[in-house]
């Protein structure tokens, strides 16, 4: 048999509904900054060198949007032209095959990893969406008095009482 304190309503979260609001407006930021990079990376190649050490065998770190993908590359700096001393962003024209699928290439004592901006893109759109869709139908429940769990309608019950149907705490302190 439940104890009275079993029994009383557990407080709601107001916590995950605001979290929920705030990683919606991230996520569909985040998916406008991609997206943004995808077009620029089809004309241009910002790339971020960092600093080379001094010895031939140093590694030389870039990363690069370019073609539509993010591009991670490793080289020694014997094999680099112009090894960067310090931390430098050149721009490029791009001017080269567009990048469809993630790929890793190892050359003699380097690396290259290219991921195409779709695969992010897609996978934050779909979170997003789901983001937004989830906390549209909150905000409808709330306003026509229903269980946000499940959508019962709460009409005659106290605001504390669980919800019949799923046993969702009550919409306590709500307003
Ligand atoms: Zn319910």
Do not use: H
Request: aromatic share 8%.
């Amino acid at each position: 048999m439940p104890t009275a304190a079993t029994e009383a309503p557990a407080a709601p979260r107001p916590s995950r509904g605001r979290s929920r609001r705030v990683a919606k407006w991230v996520g569909l930021v985040v998916c406008v900054v991609v997206g943004a990079a995808n077009l620029v990376s089809l004309r241009w190649v910002p790339e971020w060198w960092f600093a080379a050490g001094p010895k031939p065998t140093d590694p030389v770190r870039i990363v690069a949007v370019q073609g539509g993908a993010l591009v991670y590359v490793r080289l020694q700096r014997s094999d680099v032209r112009r090894p960067p001393d310090r931390p430098a962003l050149r721009w490029n024209r791009f001017d080269g095959e567009l990048f469809t699928w993630p790929s890793v290439v190892r050359p003699t004592g380097g690396l290259s990893v290219t991921v195409p901006l779709w695969m992010p893109f897609v996978l934050l759109a779909v979170l997003t969406s789901v983001l937004w869709y989830v906390d549209r139908t909150t905000a409808r429940r709330r306003r026509a008095g229903q269980c946000l769990k499940c959508g019962y309608d709460r009409a005659g019950l106290a605001a504390g009482a669980r919800c019949p149907e799923c046993g969702a705490a009550g919409l306590v302190g709500r307003a």
